[in-house]
């Protein structure tokens, strides 16, 4: 599949999904789903260890292209259940299904699902510059892309109602305070800071990092006890990986791993 509206490409292990629309903030489209389902799809089949989701221009993702919601009195209103059905979630649980880690580079705006698909990624790095923007209220919507799953979850009630009631701009540095986010990074050291942290995680033991998102997101449905129970079979099956033999015989020859993903 040729993209229109992103662009992707796999090297050294670490796929990079750029969003492709900087004339509309990256706002999202039918097309542009497909053609982010289809780059989703490939990372798993490419090589790819690590996957890095950011934004073309000045901003990362505005959400919902609003252009495409525009009713003449008398039209048929476009069912948003169905869009969040076909698209939103389906997009949400690839990036959390994903077994490898995905890293959210926030360079600029994130607004709307924007903001929340950044937010469902594994680790969310922003330019100081970045913002975050719950704009649903302002348009009459409730967060969607699960949002009011994963912000209660980050930040608390109090700071997600504040955030998504009140659809203010969040900055990077704030956000990074709060625990919304993992870093903020100066504009100018972004882009490095970012290449730093694809190129560790391509490096690291993909299966253990897999196995490790799938127990922390699936943590809050589960007991303690059924909880011990995930991490005594995860434990089992990564015990008989590659890289678990290669961790432990380059811990005792005191020197650097050399990872394979499995
Ligand atoms: O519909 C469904 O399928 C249900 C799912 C919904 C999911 C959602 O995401 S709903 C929420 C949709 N998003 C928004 O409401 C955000 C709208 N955008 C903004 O509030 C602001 O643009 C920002 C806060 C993101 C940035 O503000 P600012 O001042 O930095 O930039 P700007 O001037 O507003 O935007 C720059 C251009 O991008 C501008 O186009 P123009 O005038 O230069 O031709 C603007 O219209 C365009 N743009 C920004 N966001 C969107 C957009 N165009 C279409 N859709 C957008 N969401």
Redesign the pocket.
Known sequence: MGYEHILYESNAAIARLTLNRP???N??TTAMHAEVRDALARTRTDGSRVLVVTGAG??FC????????AVAPGERR?D?GE??EK??APLVLALRRLPMPVIAAVNG?A????ANLALCCDLVIAARSASF?Q??A??G?LP??GGTWTLPRLVGNARALGLTMLGD?LGAAEAAEWGLIWRCVDDAEFPAAVEALATRLAAAPTLALARTKQAIYGAWERSLAAQLDLERDAQRELGASDDYAEGVAAFLAKRPPRFVGR
Do not use: E, T
Not at 62 to 67: C, E, I, K, R, V
């Open positions: 004339d509309k903030l706002a999202f000045r901003g505005a959400g919902q292209d609003l252009a495409d919601r476009v948003l869009s969040i698209h939103y705006v607004a709307g699902a924007g923007v704009a649903f302002k348009i919507l969607d892309s701009k």
